[in-house]
């Protein structure tokens, strides 16, 4: 690399939660620099966050569509390469499609836009702007979710069979919105939200890290949503029986209302040969199961010869070093980086192991019909292939 | 207690599982005694089962009918009180119909019978006959399944709103059946095991455990059921969507080929008040959830002034001093015998802790709604109450 | 086995706490009959506690005296054949020499003795009597644990360099003595318990389980005792560096003032070449440790082809069925029952895995040791062979 | 902060492993910018580092003499503030010293020197020269850390009784020195490490998280050291029993010779009312211990009210998203940077939460002690209170 990797930023401001989680990502290997903003719609709340970042006032922006405008007139070797989106999700789409018109790679958090429509229409542009573009499906930059994926790929488990997915939290179980905690106003929000609450928000990462993980696509499933909380109007907890292609059986269940859970994503994976188990708050183990051997706690960490080369690789420190949310989280943003350098140096083909366009689109997809599906009384829905 | 209560066996012989499972249960605390047995329809087989366990010959019988009929014959000092019925599923309802016709009380094994007809008939006899009817859903045994249900019964955690079993088994994820593998051989076949392998056998004790925790019945139901191994005619994995009364929602989900998994029965239910989270393989500890505090641990232990008053009474050793499987089979047989040592003494009423012929008929119509579902397109099917 | 082992017990009446556990294990495989006892000194407390085990009054005894001579003048085919002994330590050997006089296998509890002096003329009678003696200690019939010194034996782990015992247990932490607590009165007594409480009632566990897994003995140690709590005289808390024979180190801790914690004897050894972790409070899962591969959790299960003989043995249960401290006490009885019926049937040579005087006699070095160690000034304090 | 805080470094070249560590500390916050550094001795490794770090070449020095020289040189609006240690034990000293000279702020690794003699030296130069200095003790950054110090401190454990501090390694259970792991050569080389390996450089950080936590300073103890390896000089494992002012006893055992274990740092605290668990691996979870009620755990979390000030500052995330072993050391970089950003504000008086040159000195004294005891014969040897 000869030179930091620049970074613009849209959200982010006082108040969020995913736009600082995204800076640190960003900062840990010191591959990227912040150069400008666009944090907040509030002119004073934009100004605040600037400053507390020690960004020069004359980066730090009023609107994405001005940030986008100054700094393409910028000369080449001073211009932010690329934006990291982190605004609610209505905005995602206007934002993305305004950096790529610009010129501007993009890095954008989940889901992807607000509805089908939207997405395939940015998908249409990623594909034909020749612009890099990821999607910040966080949890697939742990180590042990590298090689939970090599696993299966490598056939270790044989023909999978079953797949289960969980994402229990509780933050949601009472009526938070509309007590000033920004998080839960703009996701119990369909006008920026989108269709769905907790399948938008944690049931697409369950979703992605499965597709992720087995490889394998959901074909067809059938949705019960709920609605627990009063005066919500989006769901705040649903299960959801699967059937992938190939035959393997799943069940997703996510939920924002069980209570005294924080963040307790995990996956399970059981095929002929073998099975293995993940759990996002311990993120450093990886159950290897086998039907006539003991279990295997197989570890994170650098430079461990019994880990495939991505996991290894997606490790700073060695076994017994918890690496966490942010290092995982970073893995994305490092990877991104390094495929815009090789751009930046001429390379044209450069695929970072970052969930792509196509895989916001399958998100968009799968809200769509579990939506649909919850709200039908066919048993079965086919999820379209993209 | 005069003297101890006398048990006679029907099935349980060499090669068996359960059988000797039930024994020691039966054993454990010295309130009973086993006294005659029919252990297997192979006269050579039951006679090597009596001298094993160290019976009489004369009291070791070729068949069920001639147990029932000469203990009915014998002196009233002398006679069997109970019979423990432990066969495969086909032959539960004709043993216990006969046992009731000889006057004997029964305790009889799960599922209950091999479909709802035999199980509403049995229902019908026990009823009539006034003899005590347990069936042994032996996980309601553990002291801290029933604290849970003491907890969620006393209102802490609130109005229930969602509740997650599971039960993952490994050990059919191949064909073992065929095999010289008894334990296979029968669940795997429609005519002894009934309509369902994987729900039959371990999807009842995870809706019956769902219900005795809760109290809350389940309404209707959405399942997929599957099997993966080949030439298996029965389902070896299902899962399903589930919606209770009073408005709770749940998904269960059961398997036997889930490699490397051994016996995970596992019980999460979450109120607006407070969760809950118990697994079967670590039965001593009970987990409560709350939404602004941390969790707490509650720990089974005899005299602990945290547990109520049955679950204290279903511990024999201070907390540290692990209490498993056997244990909590004994609960089952404990208060079998001690609300039979009552009737014995002339107590009229005595309802032991141990579920009951309606349990089974539950669990009957479960597996028979659950299969239904699984052929059908209809999306919701109504469990009948009973 | 012909017929059932008959036991006579002394102690173990009304507020005792391991008499019930010893009979519950005595029971648990249906090989052994309790036929008599002299549960207490107090001759009201004794009958109940005949009465409620259904036990005849005639052989409900007074005292140990008359139990053994009433029992040894009954014919042959009725008599007791073995004593559990259950007292309070202090009685422990006036009873056992008794038993051994009137011709009476003996099954004692641990500590063994209140002295190293009375231990040594007892394993000198016991010697001498051709009579079997068996020590509970208790923590050697779990099925993981032979399963661990199966592995070190092997070779598995090579030369063993490390080894840490544990023992935390938090009961004592307040002067629970003199509120009635019968358990707590005589281990806090030099009369009835020895010359020590912690290290005499829980620390002579861990140096067995130390000793038996590794099959390594104590070559010298330097301990530290506490005595936290007002009022008491014996130790309630104490640590001990140990130097076993061919060099390998360790560290012992035992406690009964760690406030929360229950029963939390723990075991890691650490060899050349591998290294293991077994943990009674959840004692069906041995930790396989590995220098370059990752961590394997073998688990218990009759059965399984990866355990070896005598630990397979050791389980009545499938992996997944957990077994706990009752299954592994009635391990000891039961091996001890049929070493007894090989005796009985006429073999001249039976070993059973039971813990034996030459143990027994270990522990009361130990204990005297550590005591003297703790008192002095002296750095490592050798301890005796025998 | 106006600005952000320039980082000067020493050591932390190819092949170092803590140098990158130190730098994603820095960064993590964007509250630190590495301006410089003297990354290794040979000049071809030093210029490699720099360019990979992004430097300036002309800020990429040959040596620490000549950075500081350099810097110092510089005009204020760009010169260096502090310089970060992280050089072998040997260096550490002499490159303070040489720091301190020249006016810059010294955070320094662990252990702070290389004896006590050179310990005192620099703890005088470091109260007399004004500037700050901070020693990584980085297990003091985690948050649940600091809640263990808060609860402790607050008397909510009542008297601390019993101190158990562990903390097992096995990465260098074979001679691993000589074969070009520079980790393991310095570590055992009497010349860079100082007189210990094994208490050097994980033995001090169980010594200082034990007294950080409890605030109780060891008064005397009685150490065994081992060295297992063949051919090493230092040792590899040893176990302290300790004695703290005040009357608490405690146990503390450091190896690297467990092969299978990681990084098992774990401290367990028992006092009259309660008792705390805290494990590195798993290091967003306190577990804690009362006597008469359920084990709770206590999860770190920004922003959670069940936490203290302190553990809730030093936490980015939401409870559930894991933060590990670079953030916990982040905190100590970011507190010492809003110290050094106040002083340059003119505060005069600032505190960081950093371990300071006494604790460094506890350290060596610690070291020194453990040394002296175990090549002696007196049972318990003095620690120096400084």
Redesign the interface.
Known sequence: ????IRMGMVGGGPGA?IG??H??AA????QIE?VCGAFSANPKRARAAGRE??LPAERVYASFEEMFASEAARPEEDRMDFVSIVTPNHLHAPVAVAALKNGFHVLCDKPMTVNVKEARDLARRVNKSGLLFGLTHNYTGYPMVKEARHRVHAGELGTI??I?V?Y????L??RLEGTGQKQADWRTDPARAGASCCMGDIGTHAENLAEYVTGLRIESL?A?L?T?VKKRVLDD?G?V?L?FQGGA???L?A?Q????????LRL?V??????LDWR?????TLA????????????A?AGD??LCEAARAAC????????????AFANLYTAFAAALDARLSGATETVPDVPTVEDGLRGMLFIETVVKSAA?????VKMPAS
Chains 1, 2, 3, 4 share one sequence.
């Open positions: 690399m000869r030179r930091k939660f600082a989680v800076r640190m900062r840990l290997d010191g912040l970042l020690l069979r079953k289960m969980e229990p939290q509780g933050w179980a009472t059938c019960d709920s627990f907890d299960s029986l059937r059986r799943g069940v269940t939920s209302i069980s209570v005294g859970e924080e963040n307790g399970r059981y095929g002929e040969k073998g099975g996002q708050e311990e993120p450093n290897l199961l086998y039907p006539d051997q003991p279990r295997r706690l197989l570890r960490g010869a019994n700073r420190l060695p076994p017994g070093h918890p690496e966490g949310f942010i290092e039908g009384n066919a048993k079965w």
